[in-house]
């Protein structure tokens, strides 16, 4: 069964720093692109980054472009999002999702909150 | 960016009737390959979204036959016929054409 399990999460204040985790289990972590997706509070899905299998391929959002980096341990089977210069308007819901290539976004963990706020 | 439209923002259905949901996207989403790259997600009430069609009208492994998808370049529709109770939720039209892969605003389907 494939999981995607988040953690990392909390509240921290306007500028600080925060690293969120995503541990994969159920299927060959290395074979799949990921991607980081949120969600604020009452509103929509609005994809942050991905990642391709082995790291070859990067992006990001507009919104976090130069404050997030996605990264990824094929031996630990685990996603990363290090966030920095956060603001208030990252506040939201964060899950990883599986790429599985023109199937789109196939398997969602089950999110992990980040409040920022003084 | 692709922007993705949809309506209405909510709909009521009895249980047992049918119910569409319409996706718009500001540009084609055909690729020259042939592919439509727009998806439908359903997140239900405090849980993740789930995927429910792929690339405009093939279903996801474990959706109902009940859910459909179809629809040209840029107009899009989601079919639930025979609407259940466990079908209630918010529905995500998503595209995957280019970067940034970017999702409409959401069509809530709550039941009479």
């Known amino acids: 069964e494939v999981q995607l399990v988040e953690s990392g999460g909390g509240l921290v204040q306007p500028g600080r720093s925060l690293k969120l985790s995503c541990l994969a289990s159920g299927f060959t972590f290395s074979n799949y692109g990921m991607n980081w997706i949120r969600q604020a509070p009452g509103k929509g899905l609005e994809w942050v980054a991905s990642?391709?299998?082995?790291?070859?391929?990067?992006y990001y959002a507009d919104t976090v472009k130069g404050r997030f980096t996605i990264s990824r341990d094929n031996a630990k089977n685990t996603l990363y999002l290090q966030m920095t210069s956060l603001r208030s308007e990252d506040t939201a819901l964060y899950y990883c999702a599986r790429y599985m290539g023109i199937r789109g976004f196939d398997y969602w963990g089950q999110g992990v909150m980040v409040t920022v706020s003084s | 960016d692709i922007v993705m439209t949809q309506a209405p923002l909510s709909v009521s259905v009895t249980p047992g009737e049918s119910a569409s949901i319409s996706c718009r996207s500001s540009k084609s989403l055909l690729h020259s390959n042939g592919i439509t790259y727009v998806y439908w997600y359903l997140q239900k009430p405090g849980k993740s979204p789930q995927l429910l069609i792929y690339?405009?009208?093939n279903l996801a492994s474990g959706v109902p036959d009940r859910f459909s998808g179809s629809g040209s370049e840029t107009d899009f529709t989601l079919k639930i016929s025979r609407v259940e109770a466990e079908d209630v939720g918010i529905y995500y039209c998503g595209q995957l054409l280019e970067n940034p892969p970017t999702f409409g605003g959401g069509t809530k389907l709550e039941l009479k």
């Open positions: 990642i391709s299998s082995s790291s070859s391929y990067i």
């Open positions: 690339r405009m009208s």
